[in-house]
Structure formats: C-alpha cells, structure tokens
C-alpha cells in the first residue's frame, strides 16, 4: 500500500524551461516528477532525489548540492478515486511536499516507460497551464516566478 506522503519536483533549467512528463496509465496527463515515500521515516528530500532518478534518469548526487531545494511548502489535496485503491481502505487524501531541481542544460533523461511515455521542455508560463493537477501548475509558477 502507498503511503500518502509524497514529493513533487520541479525540474528547470537555467532559462526556466520545465521538464514535464506525460503518465502512461493516463495519456494526455502531464505532470513534474512525483511519488510517494517509500518508509513513514524515508526523508522527504531523499525521496525527491530517489523520484527524480527512477523517472528521469537524473542522478541529484551528481549535480551541484544546492541543485535540489525544497520549497519549504505542502499542500493537502484528495486522492482520485480511480487511485485510491493503491492506500489502504479508507485514505482520501495526500500530502505533498514540493520540490526544485535544477539541471544542466543538456541533461539527458531517460523515462521508466510503465509510468511515463513522454516528455518535453516548456517555457515555466506554458508547463504550469498544461500540467492536469493545478497543484502542480501552482508548484511550478509559485518557484519560478518568484526567481
């Protein structure tokens, strides 16, 4: 059963485009990377890093330290109900912790493909308006257009 603790995280690079990735369980449904903690004690920024990886390919130990920031911000939102059968009976709602990363410009990433299909880099304004949660459009607003 998945906990319902989880992390988003918000991949950019240096011009502000942002990394979204498209679920296979949903086409059309595009989002930043997302998942939950693996252990009620798992830290919440080692699950991000661990995320990260297991979606993108992306290894955070191997960027600059400060390249992975937390935001410093949850929010508590309820689970779809065509999802819920992966908590245990009775869970409704998550918490999420939110994320930044920021990447080499020529990063290359490589998908899991039984979670994701696709990806693409868009402008901040653009990945925030097509990302199907508005959670994670206001995730990604919320960090770049504050820097």
């Given at each position: 059963m998945k906990i319902p603790?989880?992390?988003?995280?918000?991949?950019?690079?240096?011009n502000r485009d942002v990394l979204l990735i498209e679920r296979a369980d949903r086409p059309g449904f595009w989002q930043s990377v997302t998942g939950s903690l693996d252990t009620l004690n798992e830290d919440l920024a080692f699950a991000a890093a661990r995320e990260v990886f297991e979606e993108t390919g992306i290894?955070?130990?191997r960027l600059p330290k400060d390249a992975l920031q937390n935001m410093q911000h949850h929010i508590e939102y309820e689970?779809?109900?065509?999802w819920r059968f992966r908590y245990a009976p009775g869970v409704t709602?998550?918490?999420?912790?939110w994320f930044a990363l920021e990447v080499p410009d020529s990063t290359p990433i490589t998908l899991t493909p039984r979670e994701h299909v696709a990806y693409e880099w868009l402008p901040y304004e653009e990945?925030?308006?097509?990302?199907f949660s508005p959670s994670n459009g206001e995730a990604i607003l919320k960090f770049l257009a504050a820097n």
């Open positions: 603790i989880s992390v988003l995280v918000v991949i950019y690079k240096s290894a955070v130990d689970i779809y109900p065509e709602r998550n918490i999420e912790h990945a925030a308006k097509k990302c």
